[in-house]
Each structure stands twice: as structure tokens, then as C-alpha cells.
């Protein structure tokens, strides 16, 4: 009798454009077989250095991938496909994922693919989610997009002018003498927030489609100092009028793609509050709209996207040469040609 071995496709991707690495592998029907973290904490009071954040993935990269093969129980030759985040990011630190990929690829024989981050984001998103044209409100540490599918790209429908989201609330945290401990920033602004009961009025800083977060970041801080306000207060005060831009911005995009979902990522999309603000935005919009977030393990940056970005281009048709593999720190979502939806 003749015995169909029907061969899973395997993607291992390599995540290094910040302060985290991840390495992530999945099958092509979605499985997550493996995702490694490891995160680089700066030392307090400081924020991420790149020359320092990469010397740390250097230090962890080989573990982190050994640590990844032993979690799905594979061997670098079962792998099928490498794919590592090209950008956008910070140089020093994506290119150590690129020259492990390289390597990688180079040494199995493996094809080897260079994503888009954002993307990625967007795409672990629809599967997980189970959705098909979201809206997608990108909020993390060094990104600020409001992105949605038109005519064979992610376009950028709205975006900070200036600082992204997450950075603005970091800054102000460290500024408040918080970065001793261990949590994300945005998370110990969310506690502080949570005791908050006045509203300070804030500058609320949206131009067009586009917002603005260094000049709150500014003001906050001179409140901060003032001494005359406490610290729940505005963090309250801060997350309530960030948080409210964004979700603006979100409404309008959503208003004029008339899609139905509203997608939530990156790691500042683990604060309840926004989520809250989102998910009422959404249920009130329209016929109502569909909002979904996502689990801290895959919404904060991680290979497993990464991952399955590199399968389903790949599965497309895409590949790319290794004169390509160099990194783009200001890689957008909108320079990639999307031919997988
Ligand atoms: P990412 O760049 O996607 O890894 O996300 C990191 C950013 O998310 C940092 O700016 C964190 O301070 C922020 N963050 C993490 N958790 C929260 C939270 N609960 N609320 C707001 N921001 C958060
Ligand atoms: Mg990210």
C-alpha cells in the first residue's frame, strides 16, 4: 500500500530590531512550535542604548535559537525556511539577526527571507485573530502606525510625527524616577494611571491623519517637576489623552476604508485601558466593528511573527537573494509589494 507522507512546511524566524530577541518557529498550518524571548533591560534611569542592546543579542543569540530547536523538538535541518526582521528597527541590533540568519541559511541550506516588521505584526494578528481586513492600530516601543490593506499594500494611514507612543510614556516614567522596576514601563504608567481621579488638562496634538507626542512629552514632564500635581493624577491624565488620539485616528481610518475590524499590536496594546477605548470605539461604530487584541506573548515583538511572515511570502512566491539581506532601519510597511492577500 502506497503511504502519502504529506511534509509540513517549518519556518524559524529571528526577531531583533529593539530591545528584544525572539526566535520563533511555526508550521504552515499556524502551529507555534517554539518562542524564545530574551529581553535587554538598560541600566535605570537610561533608555535603550543600540550599541548595548546588540552586544546583548551577540551574547544570547546562539542560546536563544538552540533554546527554539529544543522547544519544538527539530533539528536545524528539519527547518524548511529562515526569515528575519530586515527592519525597521535599530541597526546594530537587526543586524545581528540578520548575520545569525545568514548563517543559518548558509550552513542548512535553508532559503532565507527578510520581512517587514510592522507587517509581521499585522500578520501573526490576522491568524491568530481569525481576521481578514482589519484596521490595525500599531502602538509599541519605536512604532506609531494606524496601517490597513489597500490595492496590494499596507498603507500607512496615519503615524507619528515625532516619538512613538510607547517611548513617550517610557520617557516620562524614567523622568518620574520609575525604571527601577521590573516591568515595562507602559505597564508600571498603567498602575500609577489606575490610581489616578483628576484629569489634567494635556495638549492633544493630532494633525490630519498624523499625531504628535513630544511636545505632551515636554509638558508632562514640566508638570511632573512642578511638584504641584501627583504622579497617578497624570499618569491618568496622560494615558487618557494619548490613548484618545489614538483611538481618533483608528476611527477615522476605519471610517474611511469602511472595514469591519479593528486590530490592536505591539507591546503598548497590552494596556487595558486602550483596549477598553478601542473596543468601545468599535462596538459603537457603524454596524459595529470587530476589535481584537492580542496575548502579550505574541503581541509584544517576537519570532514567531516573524516566522510566519517569511512562510506565507514564501509560500507566495517571494524570495530574496542574499545581496538583499542587508538591513533597513527605516523599512516601512508600505514599500512591500503584498501579492499573499
Ligand atoms: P514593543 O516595542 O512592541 O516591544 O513594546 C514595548 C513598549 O510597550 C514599551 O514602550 C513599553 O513601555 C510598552 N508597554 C508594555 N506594556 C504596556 C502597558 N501595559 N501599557 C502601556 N504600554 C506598555
Ligand atoms: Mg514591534
Redesign the pocket.
Known amino acids: 500500500m502506497d503511504t502519502c507522507v504529506f511534509h509540513q512546511m517549518i519556518s524559524i524566524g529571528i526577531e531583533s530590531s529593539?530591545d528584544?530577541l525572539g526566535i520563533g518557529i511555526i508550521t504552515d498550518t499556524g502551529d507555534i512550535l517554539a518562542n524564545v524571548r530574551r529581553t535587554y533591560k538598560p541600566p535605570h534611569g537610561s533608555g535603550i542604548h543600540p550599541r548595548e542592546a546588540s552586544e546583548f543579542h551577540s551574547s544570547y543569540i546562539a542560546e536563544a535559537i538552540r533554546d527554539a530547536y529544543l522547544e519544538a523538538n527539530l533539528k536545524p535541518k528539519d527547518v524548511d525556511l529562515i526569515s528575519f526582521t530586515k527592519g525597521p528597527g535599530l541597526g546594530p541590533c537587526l543586524r545581528v539577526g540578520a548575520v545569525a540568519s545568514r548563517t543559518l541559511a548558509l550552513t542548512t541550506g535553508k532559503p532565507l527571507i527578510a520581512v517587514n516588521h510592522p507587517i509581521a505584526h499585522i500578520e501573526i494578528g490576522r491568524l491568530v485573530g481569525d481576521l481578514d481586513d482589519p484596521v490595525v492600530l500599531y502602538v509599541?516601543?519605536?512604532n506609531t502606525q494606524v496601517i490597513a490593506y489597500s490595492q496590494g499594500r499596507y498603507r500607512v494611514f496615519g503615524e507619528t510625527l515625532d516619538i512613538p507612543v510607547?517611548?513617550c510614556?517610557?520617557v516620562f516614567g524614567r523622568n518620574a524616577g520609575l525604571s527601577d522596576k521590573e516591568m515595562?514601563?507602559?505597564?508600571v504608567?498603567?498602575l500609577e494611571a489606575e490610581k489616578g481621579t483628576e484629569y489634567i488638562p494635556i495638549p492633544y496634538v493630532i494633525k490630519g491623519m498624523d499625531v504628535s507626542f513630544s511636545g505632551i512629552l515636554t509638558h508632562v514632564t514640566k508638570l511632573l517637576r512642578s511638584n504641584k500635581y501627583k504622579l497617578t493624577d497624570l499618569a491618568f491624565s496622560l494615558q487618557e489623552t494619548v490613548f484618545a488620539m489614538l483611538v481618533e485616528v483608528t476611527e477615522r481610518a476605519l471610517a474611511h476604508t469602511k472595514k469591519s475590524e479593528v486590530l490592536a499590536c505591539?507591546?503598548?496594546a497590552?494596556?487595558k485601558r486602550l483596549t477598553e477605548m478601542l473596543a468601545e470605539m468599535s462596538s459603537s461604530h457603524g454596524n459595529g466593528v470587530k476589535f481584537t487584541g492580542l496575548d502579550a506573548n505574541l503581541a509584544?515583538?517576537n519570532g514567531v511573527m516573524i516566522a510566519w511572515l517569511g512562510l506565507i511570502m514564501y509560500n507566495s512566491g517571494n524570495r530574496t537573494k542574499l545581496s538583499d539581506t542587508l538591513v533597513d532601519q527605516h523599512f516601512r510597511p508600505d514599500d512591500v509589494v503584498v501579492n499573499w492577500r
Open positions: 529593539a528584544k509599541s516601543g519605536g510607547g517611548n510614556l517610557d515595562p514601563m507602559g505597564r504608567i498603567e505591539g507591546g503598548v497590552s494596556n509584544i515583538d
